[in-house]
Each structure stands twice: as C-alpha cells, then as structure tokens.
C-alpha cells in the first residue's frame, strides 16, 4: 500500500513541477504515472551504473556530478516516453532536484503514516 501511495504522490509532483514552468511537459495524469514508474527504474537500474562509472569524476566534483548524473536519468525517462518532455539540460537539471526535494518530503510523510501500524508517531 504505502508503494502504490508513493507512485501516485510521485505523479502527483510530477503533474506539480509542470506547472511552475521550468520547461517540463506531462500530458495527462496517466502519462505522469507512467513517467514516474519508469524514473523510478531508471533510478534503481541505470543510476547506479552511472554512478559507480563517473566515480573519479564525481570524487573530484565533491559529489556535484551526481546533480547531472540525476539530470541526465532524468532526460533518459522524458526521451523514453512521448507523454513526459523534457526542453533541455537546464529543465532536467532544475526538475530533478525538485522531483528529489518532493519525494524527501514524500518519503517522510508515508513514514509517518505508515508508521506502528498507520497511527501518527508523536
């Protein structure tokens, strides 16, 4: 349940970042689901190995190179799907990091719920 909660929290942002115009397009809800489930994979499959691939770029950028390797995972999903675009470099770069931003705070509100059996912790 609380898998199912967090994808559709997570399109849900999705369909939000569309509209602060910083050049992200999703087309209908059904299409930010989908952008969502197949970021989700691009960050659980390819990221790591681009991770573990850039290393040496990433330690001497004090870990600034995973901004763009984020980026980069994320212009992957919008050149996969027709219903999710991405404008360029810049957009993927600012979505990213507030897509991020949004599913730390999602993240920690399922928590919460979700937590001793639904009851709120104090």
Not at 13 to 40: E, H, K, M, N, P
């Amino acid at each position: 349940m609380k898998l199912i909660a967090r994808w559709l929290l997570l399109a849900c942002a999705l369909v939000l970042l569309t509209q602060w115009d910083i050049g992200l397009s999703v087309r209908s809800f059904g299409a930010a689901l989908i952008a969502a489930f197949v970021i989700g994979l691009l960050n659980a499959v390819v990221r790591p190995l681009l991770v573990i691939l850039t290393l040496p770029v990433t330690l001497m950028t004090l870990g600034l190179f995973l901004f763009v390797i984020n980026a980069l995972t994320f212009q992957m999903a919008s050149g996969l799907l027709e219903g999710f675009q991405v404008s360029g470099f810049g957009g993927a770069l600012l979505g990213s990091i507030l897509y991020s931003i949004w599913g730390l705070v999602i993240d920690l509100a399922l928590e919460r719920v979700f937590s001793r059996g639904g009851a709120p912790r104090a």
